[in-house]
């Protein structure tokens, strides 16, 4: 017994609709975090690598030690920062005679971010879940300033 | 095939069509109201920014109704006066999908039945946020909560639970006259949160309690508070609690405020 046209047909087109469903919903879950821009704004100068008004391409999680994040300061377009990711969720961060130590380790480099307003030694502090301590050169928009970033702050991953 | 079977197999299609339409209709409704949550739980972020905490808790309350199950417009929706909200965030912590999600609930389910003096009551075993809502619970019991040491094996702490953790471990070590966990608590806060308007208050603590910053510097901070957005009484009573904390800088804030350490020993 062979199956009827129209039946045929009706499975081809559900095939056709089911794929291209499945197609639209893979591409509005993992396409988004590939597009997402900001520009740098036009004073920054505080990560190196990054040039005031170029745009830069952001990545979507997971982010780690050492990852370049960006992040909201404020509620305008430029109120844009950058820092390097030097604490962790759950990381113990504190400064012990103007180093920065992240779980008693210290942060490379840290040295030329300078000490935090003349004290040398404050913390431990424990960096809450989905936050991140993030340094920069002068600190003029990092976590010495801000505090952790958090989750409604994070842009994103900025691109290699 | 039958002209009746050709009408079957097409009617079995409409039927079919209608059913899929209507799952993609509910599908496109659901798509939305998620979107308009996204955008009113982003613009209720941008509120809590601005301090305007009562216009954040109304677009996420409004973002909450639309999507009841999730977790991050429930807890900004909140207001801890109220009763009911604890009824609310039980329903979406027994709705929650995700573990982590759970868990941030749970905390905030916590911290508030320990701050209407109720016990915490929520299973947070083997986390930073249980072993901190326990401290909190030691305190208010007036018990000693012991030195507070998070382990690197247990999942991190929220950001509200460790906020208020560390302050009311500070508060209570200030009123001890535990000067060292006074200023590693200060000092926490100080990371946390250094644009809060208490910052300059917790700035000249630990740099009051730090045995190598010179007496000047220690005025210039008592100074910034006394400019700060909470001059006048209260800085005040600010560098008067540090003087009575640190009889090593009590010459120095005389010198300098002779009012502030009137009738300390």
Known sequence: ?160 | MTSGQRNAIGFAMLGAGLIVLLISALMIWGGVQRWFAVVETREAFDQLRRDRVEDARKLARRAADRVPDEPTPALLAVDPTDSEALDRLVTVAANCRRHVDRQAVLAAIGLMRLAAGKPSDVQLEGTADGRLLQAIAAVRAGRDPGKLKLSKDEEPPHYQVLRAAHTVLMRWAWQEGKVSETRAHAGALLLLRPRAPEAPALHFLVGASSPVMPEADVIRLGEAVRDGRDGGVRAEAVIRAVAALLPMRRAAIAAKWPKAVEGLP
């Open chain 1, 1 to 160: 017994m062979t199956t009827p046209e129209p039946v045929i047909w009706a499975i081809r087109t559900l095939i056709w609709f089911a794929a291209l469903a499945v197609g639209l919903v893979a591409a509005a879950t993992w396409l988004p975090p590939y597009f997402n821009r900001v520009q740098v704004p036009p004073d920054y100068e505080d990560l190196g690598g990054l040039i005031p008004m170029t745009g830069v391409w952001l990545t979507a999680p997971p982010y780690f030690p050492g990852d370049g994040l960006a992040y909201r300061t404020g509620d305008g377009p430029e109120d844009i920062g950058f820092g390097i990711i030097a604490g962790m969720p759950g990381d113990n961060v504190r400064l012990v005679g103007g180093d920065l130590l992240v779980e008693d380790a210290d942060v490379p480099s840290w040295k030329e971010f300078g000490t935090y307003r003349g004290i040398y030694d404050i913390g431990p502090m424990t960096v809450p879940a989905g936050h991140y301590f993030v340094v920069s050169r002068f600190h003029q928009r990092d976590s010495m300033v801000l505090g952790v970033i958090g989750p409604d702050q994070i842009l994103g991953k900025v691109r290699e």
